[in-house]
């Protein structure tokens, strides 16, 4: 799959402060990536060397796998973290100005906007002015604006951050239509699991690094993600011994197994039925959470002993 993004060794110091060490990752084409980790992590200065609001201090940013141009962020619609909105224009005009931002005449925007605010649910806030709106309704406002000019890369710094849950689903809702139109889509944000439910691939960032990155389900399955549970009657001594089944160890009232990589669990289930009586049977996989917590051990005891892996 081609790279829509690459940084490469990107570094990034305030005085003593280094807040983006040596970072690289790279962004597949059509996918949704996400750029997680907890506050303070780097995700916000590594967005803004990406946007080239801020310069690295070494390293590059290569959109289409050659260094990034002014051209090359006329493709990206960018949602900041700290929202900028000009409180006193009403909703309409404002988002005509972001149009013209991007080269979209008003001519162009003005039936895209109407659109956009009726399917946001905010058809009758077209006149009002921005600091008459909610802080959920103005978030709105600023998503449309950022896909006005439909770019091919979407980059969103926090986009969930003080939404409802019903805003959030909108917003999922959005990026999905966009990631099924082969738009790339990047995101930070500190929720892991709304990046779970999200995400084709992923860099967990801590202290200014890249600990653990990759695709989605790969990342799961290095860290377990082929351990299933079961719950079932019978001699579950032998489970080792049934096709597909790696290896397996008995707890307090279930087993779990660690399948072979190529194992259907669906057709195993089936295997498993006809020798127990199966009552669960069930992904025992890590979530997202837990694989960082771990990925950040295994980093703080690499630099510990100084393996570097």
């Known amino acids: 799959m081609n790279a829509s993004i690459e940084l490469v060794n990107l570094r990034k110091a305030y005085g003593k402060f280094l807040a983006v060490n040596d970072l690289s990752l790279t962004v597949p084409a059509g996918t949704v990536f996400g750029l997680l ?3 303070g992590a780097g995700k916000t200065t590594t967005i803004r060397m990406m946007m080239d609001i801020i310069a690295p201090d070494s390293g590059e940013v290569r959109f289409s796998s050659r260094p990034r141009t002014r051209a090359d962020l006329e493709r990206v619609g ?7 909105l000009y409180r006193k224009m009403t909703v309409f ?19 895209e906007i109407t659109d956009w605010l009726d399917r946001v649910g905010l058809a009758d806030a077209g006149k009002k002015k921005i600091e008459e709106l909610s802080k959920g309704m103005q978030q709105k406002v600023q998503l449309i604006g950022t896909l006005l000019h439909d770019p091919e890369i979407v980059i969103l710094d926090e986009p969930f951050s003080g939404l409802d849950p019903i805003n959030q ?5 959005v990026l999905a239509e966009y990631r099924r139109r082969g738009k790339t889509i990047l995101f930070s944000t500190h929720v892991m699991e709304q990046a779970e439910k999200l995400c ?11 600990i653990l990155s990759g695709g989605m389900q790969e990342i799961k399955n290095r860290y377990g993600g082929l351990a299933y549970r079961l719950v079932a009657s019978g001699d579950l001594d032998g489970l080792a011994e049934v096709e597909g089944i790696e ?4 707890h307090d009232g279930y087993a779990r197994m660690l399948l072979s990589e190529n194992t259907d669990p669906a057709e195993l289930l089936r295997r498993l039925v006809e020798a127990y009586d199966v009552q669960e049977f069930r992904s025992d996989a890590p979530t997202l959470e837990e694989i960082f917590i771990a990925a950040v051990g295994e980093a703080t005891a690499g630099e510990a002993t100084g393996f570097q892996p």
């Open 37 to 39: 980790g907890p506050n």
């Open 78 to 84: 960018y949602l900041p973290e700290e929202r900028g």
């Open 93 to 111: 005009d404002h988002l005509v100005f972001l149009g013209e931002l991007h080269g979209v005449a008003r001519r162009a925007s003005a039936p």
């Open 169 to 173: 689903g909108l917003f999922k809702d």
């Open 200 to 210: 084709d691939a992923l860099a967990l960032i801590s202290g200014g690094k890249v």
């Open 247 to 250: 290896s397996s160890g008995l």
